[in-house]
């Protein structure tokens, strides 16, 4: 399907989503978050799909959400029509998603990062959620998730001061798995993604998942929902093959 503000492909088992407003630099506006959920609806549907790479230019990730556009909203427009909510459908997605990011990655740019399984970082790239110099606070969960990832003081300079993080220590504070040069970030993306795309899909579907516990319950919730899910995955013919595929030391060919 063509979609008028992204770019999708399917490349064999990876479905490569790129955000293509170039000329207001990814600016996340409604048309787009629309386009994005449709074209996540359409990969989680399709079987053939493993893994999903988002990205965006040389220059942007996304430079935050359309600032023309929400300029003159109001509150109870934001409040009648649920403002943000549609925006959460890139944390349900239910595939691995890794987000490729060069340039800026900034307010709604950087939470729409942070809503993926792990950012691949250009040696350009530049985090930060800059909203308070706008008179608001990042509303896509940046205050809750920078601060998962990069713990209070960062986060909270970050929010309080709308500084910019840039690779290196978007690196050191956990934000982002990895650092590639710039000219390598998507090649290197889908590799890894392509990587990701050849396992069991169901049992990286169920890894996500449990990760994802540990940011939502007890460590003891986390460790038994954990191991319900792995005592399960006895039962698959994907764990037979790969198991058997290793005792023969042959590459492993999952079934689903
Ligand atoms: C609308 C934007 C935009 C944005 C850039 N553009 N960011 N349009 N919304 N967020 C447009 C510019 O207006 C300009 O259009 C064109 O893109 C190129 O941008 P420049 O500013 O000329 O580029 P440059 O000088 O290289 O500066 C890059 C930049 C700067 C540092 C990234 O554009 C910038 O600060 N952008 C805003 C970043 C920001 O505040 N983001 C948070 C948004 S609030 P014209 O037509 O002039 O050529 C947010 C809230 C999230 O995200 C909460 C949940 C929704």
């Not at 990730?61 to 300029?71: H, L, S, T, V, Y």
């Not at 909203?73 to 934001?78: C, E, G, I, L, S």
């Not at 029509?81 to 990655?105: H, M, Y």
Request: hydrophobic fraction near 45%.
């Amino acid at each position: 399907m063509a979609y008028e503000t992204i770019l999708v492909e399917r490349l064999e088992r990876v479905g490569l989503i790129r955000l293509n407003r170039p000329q207001a630099l990814n600016a996340l506006n409604r048309q787009l978050i629309a386009d994005l959920g449709a074209a996540l609806d359409e990969l989680e549907q399709d079987r053939s799909i493993g893994c999903l790479v988002l990205t965006g230019s040389e220059k942007a990730f996304a430079a935050g959400a359309d600032i023309k556009e929400m300029q003159n909203f109001t509150y109870p427009q934001t409040y009648l029509d649920d403002f943000i909510t549609s925006w959460e459908r890139l944390s349900r997605t239910r595939k691995p998603v890794i987000a490729a990011v060069a340039g800026f990655a900034l307010g709604g740019g950087c939470e729409l990062a942070m809503m993926c399984d792990f950012i691949l970082a250009a040696d350009t790239a530049k985090f930060g959620q800059p909203e308070i110099k706008l008179g608001v606070m990042p509303g896509s969960g940046g205050t809750q998730r920078l601060t998962r990832f990069v713990g209070k003081s960062k986060a909270m300079e970050m929010c309080l001061t709308g500084r910019l993080m840039d690779a290196v220590e978007a690196e050191r504070s956990g934000l982002v798995s990895r650092i590639v040069p710039a000219a390598d970030l998507l090649d290197e993306a889908l590799k890894v993604a392509k990587g990701i795309a050849g396992m069991s899909l169901p049992v990286a579907m169920q890894t996500k998942e449990s990760v994802n516990r540990a940011y939502e319950t007890t460590l003891a919730e986390g460790i038994r929902f954990e191991r319900r899910v792995f005592q399960s995955q006895f039962g698959t013919a994907d764990q037979k093959e790969g198991m058997a595929a290793f005792i023969e030391k042959r590459p492993a060919k999952f079934q689903h």
